[in-house]
């Protein structure tokens, strides 16, 4: 089923960017295995990219300005804190619009 894998790929690949920017906007400040934790959490673990993934999102979501990172020793190990940008925060807000129409769109459809 090589056109469903597609499809689910895509489908998620927009859902873990928005799902990254909600936990970064209630969280405030996390590095990359705090988010991967709370998508976990927040999803059953249903929903969880692989590293890899999440860390090319990240960078992505760097790349538009919609986080922004620093980066924090812990003990003698470096660490990538992300936090939403101003711009993030507003985007953030119209996709939250959008994904209440999608919502409303599949209460219907499906």
Known sequence: MEAIEKLRKELRA???SYLVLLILE??????????RK?????TNGRLVPSEGTLYDLLKSLK???LIEDR?????????R???LTTQGKEVLEE????VREIIKILEVVV
């Open 26 to 35: 209630r969280e405030g400040e996390l590095h990359g295995y705090g988010i």
């Open 63 to 65: 790349k538009y300005k």
């Open 14 to 16: 927009g859902l873990y």
């Open 95 to 98: 996709l939250k619009e959008e």
């Open 38 to 42: 709370k998508l976990e959490e927040l």
């Open 71 to 79: 980066l924090v020793l812990v003990g003698k190990k470096p660490r």
């Open 81 to 83: 804190y992300y936090k």
